[in-house]
Every structure is written in C-alpha cells, then in structure tokens.
C-alpha cells in the first residue's frame, strides 16, 4: 500500500540534509518497492518569506493528508526581530498541536566513532543509550492564560500557566512503559513535585499508572535539577526518561551534547494512531549552512 511523505526542509542547514534524505528515500524506495510519494512543502523561516507566516494554510493540508512527515529543522537570526506570534519556532508548535504529536521520542545515543565529540570522560558515557519521552503537546508551552500585561503601578509583568490533565500524563506515560518493555526495563520519570502542583499531580499518575498496567517495569521518579545533574554524573543509569514539555526540551538538549552534538540527534513526534513527524537532527546550524559540511558526502 503505498504511503505519502511530506518533506518540510525549514531553513538553515535544514534543505541540505533533506537532500541528502532525499537520495536515500529514493534508493530505498527503489530496491525494496515501497511505492512511496513525497511532495516538498514550507514550515518556519522559509513559510514566512513565501506566505508570511510560519506554518501556512496549504502546508497545514499537506501535513494532515501526509502518512509521515520529514522535517529538517527551522529558525535563524533572519526572523529573530519580527512578531513573536510569527516566527518561525510558532510554526513548529502549531504543526505539533494541529496533528497532536504528543509523544516526542529522543534518543540519546553514543556511537564509538563520535566518543571523542563528547564533553565527558569516555568511562562516563561509552556504550551510552537513553531514550528521553517528552510530552510534546501541553505544558507550559500551550497552557491558558499566558501574556504580557500591566499592572496597575504600570510595571509589565509576564505570565505563563504549566496544565496537564490526568489523561494527558497516562498517554505519555503510557509511551514511556511501553517503549521501556523493549528496551532496559527501567522508566524515570522527572518532576519538580516539591515546588509545582501540576508535577505533583504528573508524579501520582505516572505511580498509579505503573503499578495499574506495568508491575513488571522498574519505575523511579527525580526532580529536574537533580536530573540535569546526573545526565553529566552518570547517565547511563538511565534507560528510558519521561517528562513534560519544558523539563523535556532542557534535558533531551543536555543528552544531546552527551553524544558530542546536538546536531546528530534525530527524534520522532507520534500521535495515538502512530503517525509521525521525523527529524534526522535539531537545530538550523545557520552559521555552517550553505558550506558543505551537514552532508560532505552525499
């Protein structure tokens, strides 16, 4: 049955390695007959100079009709100084919310070849491989009422609400055990249950849920700031990592640079039917776009 890709290249290095992708979709779909499609289409810095905005109305059609999409990456200092409402990281959360792709799985994985691109000592993160499951959908980055506004002694103030929902923790936790059954076994599931309520109520659901439908798995809980500081202690004591969409963005960025660079990590953005959007690495890397370096090869 065949299936349909679209190909968001976004900005920077973005359309040089979705060339480069390009050639081994072509490649592949030729020597195993998958009868696959792909179309191009704009997301981010890229939409704004042809529409305007960061994730138009034609790309939105292109994007629900797709079985999977391929993202390069998008953003640059081109679009730092316009709107905030339309830049281009705006377009990359609207696609997120529009398709609801709530399950952001990131590998974290060193290879040997890369050992030496690590900050750490190669004792500390030789044979590393975790897997971070960030809520991608909710959180802070969506949640209502946010703004700026002025108070009454005429000092702005900035606001900005962290909600999740029972449903929204088993969903992602639900990934998270899942995912874990395939792999170590082991699940930590990150917080700050000690400061903020909405991570209270995350905590208890992430427990309740594991001793529901998953005695078998080995389940931990760690505040955020001590999370960041054993991803650099010792981070092969994780297997897999669960959290929400902010804890999530910080320490599957800190894991990256544990492989050497953030630029090698790819992730997938799944919705409950498995649809996804795929990103072969994260960050636009403006600065060596355009050189030849992403893809010297290819």
Not at 13 to 39: C, H, Q, R, S, Y
Not at 262 to 284: F, Q, R, T, V, W
Request: charge should be negative.
């Amino acid at each position: 049955m065949s299936k349909h890709i679209l190909i968001l290249a976004g900005d920077g290095i973005g359309p040089e390695i979705m060339a480069a992708a390009e050639k081994v979709l072509n490649k592949v779909n030729d020597k195993f007959n998958l009868a696959l499609t792909w179309e191009q289409g704009l997301l981010g810095g890229s939409a704004i100079d042809a529409h305007g905005e960061p994730y138009p109305a034609v790309t939105s059609v292109q994007a629900q009709k797709a079985d999977a999409i391929l993202l390069g990456a998008v953003g640059g200092p081109k679009w730092d100084n316009i709107e905030r409402s339309i830049r281009p990281e705006r377009g990359l959360l609207k696609i997120r919310s529009e398709l609801n792709l709530f399950a952001n799985l990131r590998p974290a994985i060193l290879y040997p070849q890369l050992a030496d691109a690590s900050s750490l000592k190669p004792e500390i993160v030789a044979g590393l491989d975790i897997l971070i499951v960030r809520e991608l959908t909710g959180g802070i980055y969506f949640g209502q009422p946010r703004g700026i506004r002025e108070l009454e002694n005429g000092e702005k103030q900035g606001y900005n609400t962290d909600v999740y929902s029972e449903s929204e923790i088993k969903r992602i936790a639900k990934v998270a055990f899942d995912m874990a059954s395939l792999r170590g076994g082991k699940v930590c599931s990150v917080d700050k249950a000690n400061v903020l309520e909405v991570t209270e109520l995350w905590k208890q659901t992430v427990t309740d849920l594991q001793q529901a439908q998953y005695p078998n798995i080995q389940l931990s809980h760690m505040y955020v700031d001590n999370a960041a500081m054993q991803l650099v202690r010792a981070p092969k004591q994780f297997d897999v990592m669960v959290t929400g969409n902010l804890f999530g963005d910080i320490l599957s960025d800190e894991a990256a640079m544990l492989t050497g660079s953030i630029g090698m990590l790819p992730s997938a953005s799944l919705d409950e039917n498995g649809k996804g959007m795929y990103e072969p690495c994260h960050g636009s890397a403006p600065d060596i776009a355009g050189q030849n370096i992403a893809n010297p090869l290819a």
